[in-house]
């Protein structure tokens, strides 16, 4: 049986999505080419093929559509994150695939870190009162309280580990190595970007999260 056509309102509904969607994409790539302070409306316009004005009846002013930008990388990775049933396998196996996770992902998407540089770099204002950043991270952190809980009453991971503070040292290390690999590729005379110090950095972050979750 073939589907009633598309209603007026279905049909502005939709290219509202998909304009939103562009701008956001063009967006994303001109703050993480220019930071916020250097980005400008002008050229994201013309990344997303539209109207300036169209962007501002959306998204008010630069300050909002960054904060949009913002959320809309959370919601990315939180929802890649999602993707892979963390909750379905063992304490010990979820972490390492979380940890292996977030390092490719972090590799796949550069634009990421740049965005959380930027964000940092505004004192993350964009953050605070941002009901839906919070909304996107709280179950992450639910999530793996669950899994240490679960490792810990199995007697593989010790007790007493905030969540919290196991993601940020996942992020971190991961993070970190990333965003001044070449600082640290020039001080220590090393390529750290090649596959195979990646592999090892991989390797070094897993085996240092672990052992600090492990009994024995």
């Known amino acids: ?30 703050f993480a080419e220019y930071g916020l302070g250097g980005a400008r409306m002008d050229r994201i316009a013309e990344r997303a093929g ?11 002013d630069k300050e909002k559509l960054f904060q949009a930008v913002l959320e809309q990388a959370y919601g990315n990775i939180r929802e890649e994150e999602r993707k892979l049933h963390l909750q379905d396998l063992t304490p010990a196996e979820a972490v390492r695939t979380l940890i292996e996770f977030t390092w490719n ?4 998407h550069p634009e990421f870190l740049t965005l959380l540089n930027s964000a940092n770099l505004h004192k993350a204002r964009h953050l605070q009162d941002s009901r839906q950043a919070r909304a996107l991270n709280s179950p992450l952190l639910d999530l793996l309280a669950e899994i240490l809980e679960r ?15 196991l993601y940020i040292s996942i992020a971190g290390i991961a993070y970190f190595y990333l965003s001044n690999n070449h600082t640290l590729s020039a001080i220590f005379g090393r390529d750290l970007m090649s596959a195979k ?5 991989l390797s070094h972050m897993t085996d240092l999260i672990l052992g600090g979750l492990l009994r024995g």
Do not use: H
């Not at 007026?8 to 790539?29: G, N, V, W």
């Not at 539209?50 to 008010?60: D, T, V």
């Not at 992902?105 to 796949?108: M, Q, T, V, W």
């Not at 490792?151 to 503070?165: E, H, I, L, T």
């Open 1 to 30: 049986m073939p589907r009633p056509p598309k209603t007026a309102p279905e049909e502005r509904l939709r290219d509202a999505d998909r304009s939103q969607s562009t701008i956001l994409m063009a967006a994303r790539d001109e």
């Open 50 to 60: 539209l109207n300036k004005r169209l962007i501002y009846y959306y998204f008010e």
């Open 151 to 165: 490792g810990r009453r199995d007697g593989s991971f010790r007790g007493g580990v905030d969540p919290m503070q």
């Open 105 to 108: 992902y972090y590799l796949a």
């Open 197 to 201: 110090a990646r592999n090892e950095r």
